[in-house]
């Protein structure tokens, strides 16, 4: 079974920075693109940061500058580095993987990350 497991989510302080990371279990995987996406109260599910498999990266203009995605194709991860985080941040983050070969979109389970005094 394919899971997604996601790690690093918590309470941070504005101008804090947080570090998200996401594991692929389950089998061998032929991953295409590996990221993040989140999804606050009462909004759409939106895409954060993204990796592809020719090295290509491509953010939010909300989080531009701000955050870097790099990821480890031999561990099958993905790490979601967030720094001068906002309020605005706070959200459900969930990571996301697309398998080529199997054709299949997976999602973890979201993790919170809350931006509060």
């Known amino acids: 079974q394919v899971q997604l497991v996601e790690s690093g989510g918590g309470l941070v302080q504005p101008g804090g920075s947080l570090r998200l990371s996401c594991a692929a279990s389950?089998?061998?995987?032929?991953?295409?693109?590996m990221g993040w996406y989140r999804q606050a109260p009462g909004q759409e599910r939106e895409l954060v940061a993204i990796?592809?498999?020719?090295?290509?990266?491509d953010y939010a203009d909300a989080v531009k500058g701000r955050s870097t995605i790099s990821r480890d194709n031999a561990q099958d991860t993905v790490h979601l580095q967030m720094n001068s985080l906002k309020p605005d941040d706070t959200a459900v983050y969930y990571c996301?993987?697309?398998?080529?070969?199997?054709?299949?979109?997976?999602w973890g389970p979201g993790t919170q990350v809350t931006v509060s005094p």
């Open positions: 996301y993987m697309y398998d080529w070969r199997r054709g299949q979109a997976y």
């Open positions: 389950g089998g061998a995987f032929s991953i295409y693109k």
């Open positions: 990796s592809a498999n020719d090295g290509t990266t």
